[in-house]
């Protein structure tokens, strides 16, 4: 049901020029873009890698059979005659054990068939039948096997390497959904620019008309005019800097959300950044950070694998011990049925068991990849430590960010009123000719000036806001909380 009424908007978007939402271009952005859909598949990839891993496990059935005729006679070879022919079965299972082991199980059935030479007073069949079940096994008992066996050990980095697959997913997600929101707020703050390039166009079409009406009763001077008209064209080029702006940045979120029509954006964002200063504690924030951020998850996961590799490499310093052994029933007769007998009944037996040691004088090759892997995940111990680093020291940078920023907000709003004021003031005694057009223009460009500010300083607070929650690795909780489920309902 979701589907479909996601295929209905995605239809419908194409067709109108509708009004996409902050997190409408967030969803977009998720659901179709290719870094992600990559990413994906990506995983799919790893978890197809993970089931060949544990496919080794699967016992292996196969079956041989020949059929030959030998016909090599020798002098020395008194009691058989040629040819022989023969026939073999060789139906086994064999499957691997943990550590490099392996059991087989094997039934042999042979026959064969020649026209024996015989001394006088003998007897001797043609035909001759042998049965034979045999079980053999091999396994390591120190090396890639005392500590934690390598196979083993494979299947664990499989699943972590799972896991990486998962959070690569989640980051890639991040990343497109921070970027979106960027995007969005900045054709949002853009659009507001507009606006005020429009009032300040509207300004200065105003102070042109009341100077050539002044110009008739030869009440201002050509310079006047020229300047009047000078301005004009400036917040006219302005203006239309400001409109391209947005076009150049629509067409940005068109490529994150991957659609070609025309779209509107929501004016009502506030409530996205609706944060309360007093209430944040930075030990918390970084906290919270710490237990969150997928790129630290990461590091975790390979830190994991790599002391799975420590581990393995360890293992291979060992000794290496094999025990080996096999037993078999044994049964040969002149027909099928009493070979088989022979072999049920246990009277012919063979087995045997022994122990395999070697080791090298001077294991270098062991040693020096035990030494690598500890440096490897020291490398990665430090990477771990870095990242919380940057982690600690960009949340207290964005904390105060939104603290400035505010405190920035409030003063700018206070500027701004007081100098549309002034203006005013000024307008009442240019009117009375009190003033004149370069004190008019200046104080309009003053008003301009400080309501540019304001925006920046506004962009730089959503930003600061959406890079504090990007940073404590919350934003896809924030502001797409489904997204994580739908990840890891993956497989």
């Given at each position: 049901m979701k589907r479909i009424l996601y295929i209905v908007m995605i239809f419908l978007y194409s067709q109108l020029n509708a009004e996409i939402t902050f997190n409408d271009a967030i969803t977009f952005a998720l659901n179709r873009n290719t870094d992600i859909n990559n990413a994906v598949i990506a995983y799919k990839q790893n978890n197809l890698d993970q089931i060949n891993t544990v496919a080794r496990y699967i016992p292996r059935i196969g079956v041989g059979y020949t059929k030959g005729?030998?016909?090599e006679p020798n002098v020395s070879q008194t009691f058989s005659s040629y040819p022989i022919d023969s026939t073999s079965l060789k139906p086994y299972l064999s499957f691997l054990l943990p550590g490099g082991g392996n059991?087989?199980?094997?039934?042999?059935?042979?026959?064969?068939e020649s026209n024996p030479t015989i001394m006088p007073g003998m007897s001797a069949s043609p035909e001759s039948y042998t049965r034979k079940f045999m079980i053999s096994f091999s396994q390591p008992l120190l090396q890639n096997f005392l500590l934690i066996p390598y196979d083993i050990n494979i299947i664990r980095m499989a699943k972590h390497s799972k896991k990486i697959a998962r959070f690569t997913i989640l980051q890639a997600?991040?990343?497109?959904?921070f970027t979106t929101a960027l995007n969005y707020i900045n054709i949002f703050i853009n659009k507001l620019n507009i606006e005020v390039r429009e009032k300040s166009l509207e300004r200065a079409e105003i102070l042109l008309k009341k100077n050539l009406e002044k110009k008739k009763l030869g009440l201002v001077?050509?310079?006047?005019?020229?300047?009047?008209?000078?301005?004009?064209?400036?917040?006219?080029?302005?203006?239309?800097?400001?409109?391209?702006?947005?076009v150049e940045l629509k067409e940005q979120l068109k490529l994150l959300m991957s659609i070609d029509s025309n779209f509107?954006?929501?004016?009502?964002?506030?409530?996205?950044?609706?944060?309360?200063?007093?209430?944040?504690?930075?030990?918390?924030?970084i906290t919270e950070a710490f237990s969150n951020r997928v790129d630290l998850k990461m590091l975790y996961e390979q830190r994991k694998i790599q002391e799975l590799n420590t581990?393995?490499?360890?293992?291979?310093?060992?000794?290496?011990?094999?025990?080996?052994?096999?037993?078999?029933?044994?049964?040969?007769?002149?027909?099928a049925d009493t070979a088989f007998e022979t072999m049920k009944?246990?009277?012919n037996t063979s087995w045997t068991i022994g122990l395999n040691l070697s080791y090298p004088l001077y294991p270098i090759s062991p040693i020096s990849e035990l030494k690598k892997a500890r440096l490897e995940l020291k490398k990665i111990d430090n990477n771990i430590k870095k990242k919380k680093l940057e982690i600690a020291k960009n949340i207290r940078l964005k904390i105060n960010d939104i603290k400035i920023t505010l405190d920035r907000l409030k003063l700018l709003k206070q500027t701004i009123d007081y100098q549309k004021n002034k203006l005013q003031k000024e307008e009442k005694k240019y009117k009375i000719g009190r003033s004149s057009t370069r004190v008019i223009l200046a104080y309009q460009d003053e008003i301009d000036s400080a309501e540019t500010e304001y925006l920046m300083v506004k962009f730089n607070y959503y930003i600061a806001v959406l890079s504090l929650e990007y940073e404590k690795g919350t934003f896809l909780k924030h502001y797409y909380k489904d997204?994580?489920?739908?990840?890891?309902?993956l497989e």
């Open positions: 005729s030998i016909n059991i087989k199980l094997e039934y042999n059935s042979d026959y064969s997600a991040n990343n497109i959904a001077e050509d310079t006047d005019i020229l300047g009047s008209r000078a301005s004009l064209k400036k917040r006219y080029s302005d203006l239309i800097q400001a409109q391209n702006k947005v509107s954006i929501s004016t009502n964002i506030d409530n996205i950044a609706n944060v309360k200063f007093n209430d944040i504690n930075v030990d918390n924030v581990l393995n490499a360890k293992s291979k310093l060992l000794p290496q011990l094999n025990l080996i052994g096999s037993y078999s029933y044994y049964g040969n007769a002149a027909d009944s246990g009277d997204y994580y489920k739908k990840v890891y309902d």
